[in-house]
Nanobody, 128 residues
Framework: QVQLVESGGGLVQAGGSLRLSCAAS????????MGWFRQASGQEREFVGA????????YYADSVKGRFTISRDRAKNILYLQMNSLKPEDTAVYYC?????????????????????WGKGTLVTVSS
């Protein structure tokens, strides 16, 4: 029922910035935690950041702390990932996700198992 569609990926120079968006349709996710994951070629999908239903609690993987910011527009049903100071190692397919349980939130979204809905991903390539 829920569909997540990412956008905003592309090619960017090292040190540059991108903002990814994730539009949800089918139903509102205003009471669901959401997150971003990424998967580099040949590697496992890894956690990037998560945000609670209200949008006032966030946390990030150590590799992106201080550079990436996750936010959401609950009224528009959109999730964002602002990526600054991009590095070549940030190159990956970035996936939007959502916890299927309303009001639930976990500080251990380190694996993809805690999320129930997934987008198809958007590719971010950072050149050196």
């Amino acid at each position: 029922q829920v569909q997540l569609v990412e956008s905003g990926g592309g090619l960017v120079q090292a040190g540059g910035s991108l903002r990814l968006s994730c539009a949800a349709s089918g139903r509102s996710l205003s009471t669901n935690a959401m997150g971003w994951f990424r998967q580099a070629s040949g590697q496992e999908r890894e956690f990037v950041g998560a945000i609670n239903w209200a949008g006032d609690i966030t946390y990030y993987a150590d590799s992106v702390k201080g550079r990436f910011t996750i936010s959401r527009d609950r009224a528009k049903n959109i999730l964002y990932l602002q990526m600054n100071s991009l590095k070549p190692e940030d190159t990956a397919v970035y996936y939007c996700s959502a916890d299927g349980q309303q009001f639930a939130f976990s500080y251990d979204y380190s694996t993809a198992n805690g999320m129930d809905y997934w987008g198809k991903g958007t590719l971010v390539t950072v050149s050196s």
